[in-house]
């Protein structure tokens, strides 16, 4: 599959599609003189190889609390009927379970899908590293949370329909085929929504030359009446051996977000904007300067990308798409509360949301035969340091300490051309590069004396288009 630079579009149609992308061409700089101070590289050895992907199944065995004993039934005027209530008073002690698991991975990653537990990734294993980027709870406990006043935090990537917050059907079984997609061997989990009657899915696909997963989710509605309707992927992340450090940075490239919820005394309240990535002089994409849990929205990220890096595990996800579309994203984080109240072993998460709407408080509609889908892709990245953008060619990393500049890449797929820091519109290095994925170049340069201007890291292809830059 050719590296695109462009995501793909949303589409709503009476067929569920797929969407394509082509490439942008930036001009090079016009100025490329001999580099004016010493600059040094180093590419790490490749620990990975390109492989077509393949199928396998197994199951896995999780404790799990016996939360059907407390289904409360619900009456028509109840907002989640037909779904049930739950009695927390009722909720039996965890006794082990055995679920099915379908696992689809090339040479790069490896995800595992649980059908019987609402069709989510329950594992996503990246390779290079050989860690669960997903938080993976060792028990399937419910809380006290969701749009049904109880949801289950068994962890991975869920999908949230067709309310808001973490939907109505994510507890029960969904249907599972295999298949092929354009972009390769592919999983569909579906599910029929018991109160509006129409369909929701995921078709999650892998192929050989991309460490990414792609990830389309869709609604259709084969009724004969219009429905509103929420539809979101949750992704529960997990980077340091099942937990969030302090550490972690979110990466969104937005000037302000707004407030869902919160327990920090020093952001605003909910629906409230708030300056990102820094409020009140508090840098707030450092989850570590968080004070208490906090969730909130970024509408229509425009750059197309977003990002969670752990820097303690010096590993992170990135999460790549067409700017505008899906029209949400969303980040919560539960900082100070007491891990008790989702799972027993005092392991965390956060999550990173994208979604239908902007947020949870405009629902979309859907008509009669008609199909809502998207198409987006999330790869993993390590050994980067910290994470400045993405895109679908390539994560850089471009920082400066004690006049030393430092940039990192990592790619997704293997790219060859050359990477270029211009320091004031001026070549300051350049380097050829061949590179494929699990690798990470680095390359630094020692500013002379009483120079001055920004830094700019690129990378280029062999047709000089400029395919992936950050600036200071």
Same mark, same amino acid.
């Given at each position: ?9 949303? %589409? ?11 490439? /942008? ?32 199944? %197994? ?38 379970? /055995?679920?099915?698991?379908?696992? @689809? ?24 590293? !050989? ?90 509605? !084969? ?42 005394? &020093? ?8 300056? +990102? ?10 989850? &570590? ?62 999550? @990173?949301?994208? !979604? ?17 889908? +998207? ?83 690129? @990378?280029?292809?062999?047709?000089? /288009? ?7």
């Amino acid at each position: 599959m050719a590296i695109d630079t462009t995501p793909t579009q949303a %589409t709503t149609t009476s067929d569920n599609t797929t969407s394509t992308v082509t490439a /942008t061409a930036n001009p090079p700089p016009a100025t490329r003189p001999s580099p004016p101070a010493p600059a040094t590289s180093s590419l790490s050895p490749a620990p990975l190889a390109a492989a077509e992907p393949w199928l396998s199944e %197994t199951t896995i065995t999780i404790p799990t609390y016996d939360y059907e004993a407390a289904f409360l039934p619900t009456a028509p005027d109840d907002a989640v009927y037909p779904y049930p209530r739950l009695d927390p008073a009722l909720v039996g002690p965890p006794t082990p379970r /055995t679920y099915r698991a379908i696992v @689809l991975q090339n040479g790069f990653v490896a995800v595992t899908i649980l059908p019987e537990l609402g069709g989510r990734v329950y594992r996503w294993v990246d390779k290079a590293t !050989g860690e669960n980027l997903l938080y993976e709870n060792p028990v399937v406990k419910p809380t006290g949370w969701g749009y049904r006043g109880w949801w289950l935090a068994a962890g991975g990537i869920e999908w949230a329909f067709p309310a808001s917050e973490h939907g109505l059907n994510e507890y029960r079984p969904w249907t599972a085929t295999t298949g092929t997609t354009p972009y390769g061997l592919s999983v569909t989990v579906s599910d029929v929504d018991s109160r509006t009657g129409m369909e929701v899915g995921a078709t999650i696909s892998l192929d050989a030359g991309h460490t990414w997963i792609t990830m389309q989710p869709y609604a259709r509605n !084969g009724t004969a009446e219009p429905h509103p309707y929420q539809l979101w992927l949750n992704a529960m992340l997990a980077l340091s051996g099942n937990t969030m450090s302090g550490q972690t940075r979110f990466i969104i490239p937005a000037a302000e977000v707004v407030v869902h919820s919160t327990g920090d005394g &020093g952001a605003p309240g909910s629906g409230a904007t708030m300056g +990102w990535p820094s409020h009140n002089g508090r840098d707030m994409s450092l989850y &570590g300067n968080w004070t208490g849990y906090l969730g909130f929205f970024a509408p229509n990220v425009a750059h197309g990308f977003t990002g969670v890096y752990d820097l303690a595990a010096d590993q992170g996800v990135v999460r790549v798409f067409n700017p505008g579309w899906p029209a949400g994203t969303k980040i919560f984080g539960p900082a100070t509360l007491p891990p008790s109240l989702w799972t027993d072993d005092g392991s965390s998460y956060v999550e @990173l949301w994208s !979604g239908a709407t902007n947020s949870f408080w405009a629902d979309a509609t859907l008509g009669p035969g008609e199909t809502f889908s +998207w198409t987006e892709q999330w790869y993993p990245v390590s050994g980067l340091g910290g994470l400045s953008t993405a895109n679908r060619v390539a994560a850089l990393r471009l920082a400066e300490a004690g006049g030393v500049v430092e940039g990192t890449v990592a790619v997704p797929a293997a790219f060859s051309g050359r990477a270029q820091l211009l320091v004031g519109e001026q070549v300051a290095g350049e380097w050829p590069l061949t590179i494929v994925p699990g690798q990470v170049f680095r390359a630094t340069w020692s500013r002379p004396a009483g120079s001055g201007g920004a830094a700019v890291w690129q @990378l280029v292809n062999s047709d000089g /288009t400029i395919v992936a830059e950050t600036r200071q």
